[in-house]
């Protein structure tokens, strides 16, 4: 049992008050994006009440607060994910702006014709597109590790694909389809063994667990603030300064530069030399204090309570008859589950579901070549975080049976 005061935590999140079509709200959908706690609600407005201003420009009063609440929050950032260097933080958009800035600035340096860069079929199309364009540009070969049945890789097989002619390995850390856990640091190894580079995608990962880039000797890393209490529109990318240093700016104009002549210009030093224009001033703050949350509650228990609430929920939807769960067992997955109950299309159990005030995902969870693997064109997602109860999970099992009967009806 876990030791965390779940109905304090709750007491943060003021959304957590909604009623929706009638009932409070259960929200089953962290995965696509967490909810808020008020003190980052209160940061970002606090900044632009009292602190408003570009930075890094400026040398006024509220430029200089500006400048230093925005590096503060790199700085939170390095520490939280272990990071050697603060140049090594550069904030993107999201996850999806951090792996194209990779595929783009170190794939067009260090990735020719007839090289390989391995992927798995469970990627995002955000660590899937981008590296298939790059493949397309470089007429490179994009090569897929084989998953296990249960939706799991097998290091016999990743050390089957990744080769010596292989540049880059991108895997997700978890999977936000089958909540499957990848062991990025052994795969890391094996990529470095043939001297290929380790990214990987933290999207699912980061607000779930403690995640360490040196630990786990990954050279790109990806995640997104929105998914891990932050506000929306902030992302990080952690690479390695020895591969940063190389690698050139993919956007280019204010505050990226050194010496800008007519027809020609120089850069400026990392982070910065990536961060072209205005930066996400408000997002990052509020990004820091997501952090300075999280910490508060604490890393490991947050992934042990979810783990609680993943397996106690496991349990009971595999008692539906009709009702498949796809990916590992609650053991090996994160807090996520993905499934299909037969006879009801997955947009009419999530419509079914919202009428009782339930949240969840339906869809193809922009993974579709993972779709086409388990056979299916979409699927329900309900995925859980530090604000969710058993109570709820209840509430939740209840409705699916009710939605179940619905649908079952014979006229
Ligand atoms: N997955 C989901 O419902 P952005 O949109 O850039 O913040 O994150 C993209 C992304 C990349 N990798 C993984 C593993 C992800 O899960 C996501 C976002 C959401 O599953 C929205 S599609």
Redesign the pocket.
Same mark, same amino acid.
């Given at each position: 049992m876990t030791h965390l005061d779940i109905e304090a935590i709750r007491k943060d999140f003021p959304i957590l008050n909604e009623e929706i079509n009638g009932r409070p709200l259960i929200y089953l @959908?962290t =995965?696509? #994006?967490s909810q808020k706690p008020q003190s980052v609600i209160d940061i970002t407005t606090e900044y632009y009440t009292h602190n408003n201003a570009n930075v890094h420009r400026g040398v006024h009063t509220l430029g200089t607060r500006a400048t230093d609440g925005y590096e503060k929050a790199r700085e939170t950032v390095r520490q939280f994910i272990h990071a050697k260097y603060f140049e090594e933080i550069i904030f993107t958009? !999201? %996850? #999806? %702006?951090a792996?194209n800035t990779i595929a783009h600035s170190f794939g067009d340096i260090f990735v020719s014709e007839g090289d390989e860069i391995v992927i798995t079929e469970m990627?995002?199309h955000?660590?899937l597109v981008p590296w298939q364009q790059l493949a397309k540009r470089k007429k490179a070969v994009l090569k897929y590790i084989p998953m296990n049945e249960d939706g799991t890789l097998s290091l016999e097989q990743v050390k089957e694909t990744i080769t010596e002619k292989t540049k880059i390995v991108s895997v $997700?850390h978890? =999977?936000?389809?089958l909540g499957t856990i990848n062991d990025i640091q052994s795969i890391a190894k094996i990529a470095h063994e043939n001297g290929a580079v380790m990214v990987s @995608?933290g999207?699912?990962a980061v607000p779930h667990m403690q995640v360490d880039v040196q630990a786990l000797d990954v050279d790109f890393y $990806?995640f =997104?603030g929105?998914?891990m209490l932050g506000p929306t529109g902030i !992302?990080v990318l952690y690479g390695k300064k020895k591969y940063l240093d190389q690698m050139e700016p993919i956007e280019f104009g204010g505050d990226m530069i050194d010496f800008v002549g007519l027809q020609d210009s120089t850069w400026t030093e990392l982070p910065t030399k990536f961060e072209a224009g205005t930066p996400l001033i408000a997002e990052a703050i509020g990004l820091g204090e997501a952090i300075r949350y999280l910490q508060k509650v604490g890393l490991d228990a947050i992934a042990e309570y979810e783990h609680e609430l993943t397996a106690y929920a496991y349990e009971k939807m595999s008692e539906i008859e009709g009702l498949e769960i796809y990916g590992p067992s609650a053991e090996q997955r994160a807090g996520l589950i993905t499934f299909n109950l037969a006879g009801v299309h997955p947009h009419d159990l999530a419509t079914a579901l919202d009428s009782h005030g339930i949240a969840v &995902?339906a869809g193809h969870?922009?993974a579709q070549p993972l779709m086409k693997w388990l056979n299916q064109s979409s699927t329900a &997602?309900a995925s859980f975080y530090i604000y969710n109860t058993k109570e709820e999970i209840d509430q939740f099992i209840t409705s699916l049976k009710e939605t179940k009967e619905f649908f079952s009806y014979e006229f």
């Open positions: @959908d =995965s696509a #994006t958009r !999201g %996850t #999806t %702006t792996i990627e995002h955000a660590n $997700a978890v =999977s936000n389809v @995608d999207a699912q $990806a =997104s929105h998914k !992302g &995902r969870h922009c &997602r």
